[in-house]
């Protein structure tokens, strides 16, 4: 259980296994965090394939965690952590290929928002369930995937979208039968890795550098509405429901 590295032919795969569904606990968030980060730095590494075994991609943060923890450790630790995560696939100085399957939820948007490519399977879903959770954050991804007014109903409704949706608004490159998941990933991630290396470093760095918003500062504006959630107790409330309903 955890985070996994392997390298092939200028490809680092990075594989998340958390069951039961992927929730990541804070050390979970920054094991990801310096895994993705430590692919990037490696002179060896021309592209990353992110992926997940079991059931979904990422369920977002362990919430039952969170409420089984003393004080608001666990609560200021996932915040940083999902924080560190999403900026290192974001800074990851090589693009960051996000192969999804099933649930992307939470902070799984976060993870395939600031993934420079997405490939998905048919049974793959994204959406910010925070609302319900007394919670908000990564509208901030959500929006790099999804045009504003449809940002803003996932927000307010906590409703999903599908693969399908995402590749007609192009921000999934490809819908692929889960069994060849992987392999378009690696596929993709290959034809990168393929090319000069310090070209590709140099056109991950200037496309960040255009980009129109500063996903970390507006990431971390979200995550101040987090924290007045729970200094009003409607944080605490909304997650105790949660865990009591079983953590469904």
């Known amino acids: 259980m955890g985070v996994s590295t392997t390298t092939l032919d200028g490809v680092a795969e990075i594989v998340v296994d958390a069951p039961p569904v992927n929730a990541l606990t804070v050390a979970g968030w920054y094991e990801l965090a310096d895994a993705v980060l430590a692919a990037g730095r490696d002179p060896g590494v021309g592209a990353v394939v992110l992926r997940a075994e079991g059931r979904g991609f990422n369920a977002g943060v362990d919430i039952k965690e969170m409420q089984s923890t003393e004080g608001h450790a666990a609560l200021v630790g996932a915040n940083r952590g999902c924080f560190a995560a999403f900026a290192a696939v974001y800074d990851c100085e090589v693009p960051v290929v996000a192969a999804v399957h099933g649930f992307c939820l ?32 990564a509208a901030t991804h959500l929006a790099r995937l999804v045009p504003q007014h449809l940002m803003r109903a996932m927000v307010y409704t906590c409703r999903n979208v599908t693969a399908e949706e ?64 729970n200094l009003v107790g409607a944080g605490d409330e909304h997650r105790d429901a949660f865990v009591a309903k079983g953590g469904r």
């Open 166 to 229: 995402l590749h007609h608004h192009g921000s999934v490159l490809e819908v692929v039968p889960a069994g060849e998941l992987r392999a378009k990933a690696m596929e993709v991630a290959a034809g990168i890795a393929a090319k000069d290396r310090y070209v590709i470093r140099r056109a991950k760095e200037s496309l960040n550098g255009i980009d129109p918003v500063d996903v970390r500062r507006s990431y971390r504006y979200e995550q101040g509405f987090t924290f007045e959630l």
């Open 106 to 137: 939470g902070g799984g948007v976060g993870l395939a928002g600031n993934a420079d490519i997405v490939i998905a399977s048919p049974d793959a879903y994204f959406g910010l369930p925070e609302v319900d959770r007394g919670a908000l954050g």
